[in-house]
């Protein structure tokens, strides 16, 4: 069974910047796809990310564009998410998830972290 354990989250002003860390077990990020996904109070739950060492491909949800930057370390089995610029409207829980891509890039993970808490004060 797939663990996913994030680190990274803090509390940060405006502009500044914060670099979240996804930890998973065996090789998962050598075949699954990892994703980091957002949830605000009272929001949905947001795609951010993915990135899919396998086949190549990595895409970002456009309010994030230009600002954050998805990476893959296969021999740490890790996937990070590196935010610059960030905003307050980028305070949420994130989440890292681990699954094929078609279903990463709809937000449906096969497996999840527990989740990281971000906080941007204007």
């Known amino acids: 069974q797939v663990q996913l354990v994030e680190s990274g989250g803090g509390l940060v002003q405006a502009g500044g910047s914060l670099r979240l860390s996804c930890a998973a077990s065996?090789?998962?990020?050598?075949?699954?796809?990892g994703g980091w996904f957002r949830q605000a109070p009272g929001k949905e739950r947001e795609f951010v990310a993915a990135?899919?060492?396998?086949?190549?491909?990595?895409t970002y949800a456009d309010s994030v564009k230009g600002r954050f930057t998805i990476s893959s370390d296969s021999a740490k089995n890790t996937v990070y998410l590196q935010m610059n610029s960030l905003k307050p409207e980028d305070t949420a829980v994130y989440y890292c998830?681990?699954?094929?891509?078609?279903?990463?890039?709809?937000?449906?993970?096969?497996?999840w972290g527990q989740g990281t808490q971000v906080t941007v004060s204007s």
């Open positions: 998830a681990a699954g094929v891509w078609s279903s990463v890039v709809r937000s449906i993970g096969r497996y």
């Open positions: 065996g090789r998962t990020f050598s075949t699954y796809t």
């Open positions: 990135n899919s060492l396998s086949l190549g491909r990595t």
